[in-house]
């Protein structure tokens, strides 16, 4: 779960990471009451990248300028979001500009320490000027110090870049972060540093134990996608946490991904493995998925049984009346096979919106057959390759005529 | 540690979390398949029995009740594994498998730099663990999709290693052993260190790689294939086509950090098959071509030893 910029600056101030005088803007009339001395700056609060770029950032001098210039950035889209919000900041003049982060490389199973002495809005982060150190055991001191030194930084800035890189540590552990990063950290004319900007990434499975940052999660307009599927999302539980830049997808309330696709043919399938592997063969055979669902036992579906995960599956998908084929590809054990024909049963005799034929792809290395209910909208196959080339036969009978 | 392979039917096997619905099914699952499960662990059960496994309240517990437990594998809700893991290696267990999904990556992180020191083998998270079929089970693999031969499967799934797995019953390739290493965001045991093992594994004669979208442990795996690996080796990659950015479920397939500045996404299909492509390990596009693939290259191999 990403934080929007003046969720990041709290928690930077609340581990001692310098940061400016700021308010949050809910409307542009808050303006009036700006506590934060002129001149100022108004950022749009967007989960987006490229914010300063796309026009996002306004500098002024006194509040009828800065009206007028909240009431445009509550209007500017960035890549096509909207912001949740603005944050006038106190202007800031830098003499240097560093970049700091520290993320979780994930190959290593190491936190790194990452920077470079040339931040700012045309940081790369594959330069040489990028620096690293990986944190391979207990972190201590030295670890950010020794980033500082790399980075080139001399004199006393060595002790304050490294002391701002403890506590970006110190908060990447406690809060459980992907990674957190400081781009710019200025370096004022009096040789202190401020960070000006921030980034701050929770890990999507440990939000479940912090209720405090789960919180944070934005329910506004600044996640809301024009002309995508997004209209149809339901709400997403709390406890759950949403990608970290709009994407049309669903979390149950169960903790099962719906995953948005805009084609023909919906895909369920248990494991995530299994429906990476379905959509690429589907594709493959020139269909177009309409959604992907996983009901395997990822998260907080662990506890369930693989019965329960289809009904619940299925009763995700069953107002779906926009798609022209369902392909269920199930494998599952024998010891879970008992409750597979049991889960799909009901759903075809009750079927609302979801008229279609469906697929249903599963395993028949299970001592005694699943009694299916007999449908005629229902194929049943043990072969992954016929159930896709069905699906798509379905979906798209005259591109498999002309393909032929 | 060295690169020996020491899961077989002879290892001494604890389950933590043995009460819970998962622990408690696959249990006596792998104990009926021929593994010796000795004992459970689940504290304020002492004295219950999970089948006919003996259950206690402490790791400890068991260990002076069951003498040379070497194994344990933990079904333990995602935020109690990294506590269940680090009692294990407390009381000297060395091989420890991860089941449970969803486990914090900073609480990985602690652990691995734990098993490193105590020379501990973690496998997992999110892993349906290891199967040696017709010997032992040690985990939740659906042992019907297997059956004994000389192909080893290494996979970062689940489902997906038992769809492989039934394909090459179905052509006739048995296996060697199944291992998955787990979809979780970071995980104990590499690709590399299981090519390793499978390499010095009488049993095993060809590798099948089932990797996907997400991190660069396939790019790691096909260089180190290159440099020291001499069976045959081929692989599949799940993934081509989910768009950038979107997970899927497995919480290590995602594409690239998103921070300011990252020209080059990590975790990319085409840096994968690229990789694959520059160690010369062939790319099965469907999981269907794998058996086909596997056949080539044995017999391949085969004419190159014969000339």
Not at chain 1, 294 to 318: F, T, Y
Not at chain 2, 55 to 63: G, K, Q, T
Not at chain 2, 274 to 286: G, H, V
């Amino acid at each position: 779960m990403n934080l929007l910029e003046y969720q990041a600056k709290d928690l930077f101030r609340q581990v001692g990471i310098p940061v400016l005088p700021s308010q949050r803007i809910d409307r542009p009339q808050d303006i009036k009451h700006l506590t934060v001395p002129y001149p100022i700056v108004l950022k749009s609060q967007v989960y987006a990248g490229g914010r300063a770029k796309a026009g996002g950032i306004r500098f002024v001098e006194n509040t009828i300028d800065a009206v007028a210039a909240a009431q445009t950035l509550f209007n500017l889209q960035i890549h096509r979001q909207l912001p949740a919000a603005l944050l006038a900041e106190a202007k800031y003049t830098s003499a240097q500009e560093l970049y700091l982060a520290v993320v979780l490389d994930q190959t290593q199973g190491r936190p790194v320490l990452l920077g470079s002495a040339k931040g700012g809005v045309n940081v790369e982060l594959n330069s040489q000027h990028m620096k690293q150190v990986v944190v391979d055991q207990d972190f201590s001191a030295f670890y950010a110090r020794r980033l500082g030194v790399l980075m080139g930084v001399q004199g006393d800035l060595i002790r304050q870049v490294s002391h701002v890189v403890e506590r970006m540590y110190r908060l990447f552990m406690q809060c459980d972060l992907d990674w957190v990063e400081i781009n710019p950290l200025a370096v004022g004319k009096d040789g202190a540093v401020m960070a000006l900007d921030g980034k701050v990434a929770i890990n999507d499975d440990a939000l479940g134990r912090h209720a405090e940052l789960a919180k944070l999660r934005f329910f506004g307009t600044a996640e809301r996608v024009p002309n995508l599927a997004a209209d149809r999302l339901a709400p997403v539980p709390q406890s759950v946490s949403p990608s970290p830049l709009p994407t049309a997808e669903t979390i149950t309330p169960e903790g099962m991904r719906l995953v948005e696709l805009g084609g023909s043919i919906g895909i369920l399938c248990n494991g995530a493995g299994l429906v990476m592997a379905t959509l690429d063969m589907v594709m493959q055979a020139e269909g177009t998925p309409a959604f992907a669902l996983n009901v395997g036992s990822d998260g907080l579906l662990m506890s369930l049984p693989l019965e329960k995960r289809i009904a619940l599956g299925l009763d995700a998908i069953q107002h779906r009346s926009d798609i022209k084929v369902v392909l269920l590809n199930l494998l599952y054990g024998e010891v879970e096979r008992h409750g597979v024909g049991a889960a799909i049963a009901p759903f075809l005799q009750r079927r609302d919106g979801l008229r279609c034929p469906i697929i249903l792809r599963w395993s028949g290395m299970a001592k005694d057959a699943v009694e299916f209910p007999t449908d005629s909208n229902l194929h049943v196959f043990e072969d992954l390759d016929e159930a896709i080339a069905k699906a798509v036969a379905l979906a798209y009978p005259a591109v498999v005529r002309n393909a032929r | 540690m060295d690169g020996s392979l020491k899961f077989t039917a002879e290892n001494k096997v604890l389950i933590q979390g043995i009460t819970n619905s998962l622990g408690a099914t696959y249990a006596p699952l792998m104990q009926a398949y021929g593994t010796q499960v000795v004992a459970g662990v689940e504290a304020g059960h002492r004295g219950e029995r999970v089948g006919d496994i003996p259950v206690f309240d402490l790791v400890e517990h068991a260990l002076e009740a069951v003498t040379d437990i070497d194994t344990t594998v933990i079904f333990s809700p995602p935020y109690e594994v990294l506590d269940a893991a680090l009692e294990a290696i407390a009381a000297g267990i060395r091989q420890i498998i991860l089941i449970s999904s969803g486990v914090p990556p900073l609480d990985m992180v602690r652990l691995l730099r734990k098993a490193e020191q105590a020379e501990t083998l973690i496998v997992g998270s999110d892993s349906p663990g290891i199967i040696i079929p017709g010997e032992v089970l040690l985990g939740t693999h659906p042992a019907e999709f297997y059956t004994p031969g000389n192909i080893g499967i290494i996979s970062r799934s689940g489902t997906l290693t038992y769809e492989v797995a039934l394909q090459l019953t179905q052509a006739g390739l048995g296996q060697s052993i199944a291992v998955s290493i787990g979809s979780d965001r970071v995980v104990g045991s590499s690709f590399q260190q299981w090519l390793q093992m499978l390499e010095e594994d009488e049993q095993t004669e060809a590798i099948v790689l089932i990797g996907s979208i997400g991190g660069d442990g396939e790019e790691v795996a096909a260089r180190y294939v290159q440099e020291a690996i001499d069976k045959p080796v081929v692989a599949y990659l799940a993934g081509r086509t989910v768009p950038r950015d979107q997970p899927m479920g497995h919480a290590g397939a995602v594409i690239a950090p998103r921070l300011s500045g990252w020209e080059e996404a990590i975790g990319t299909p085409e840096s994968k098959i690229a990789a694959f492509k520059a160690a010369n390990i062939p790319l099965a596009n469907r999981p269907s071509e794998i058996p086909g693939l596997l056949q080539n290259h044995l017999a391949q191999t085969l004419a190159e030893i014969a000339s």
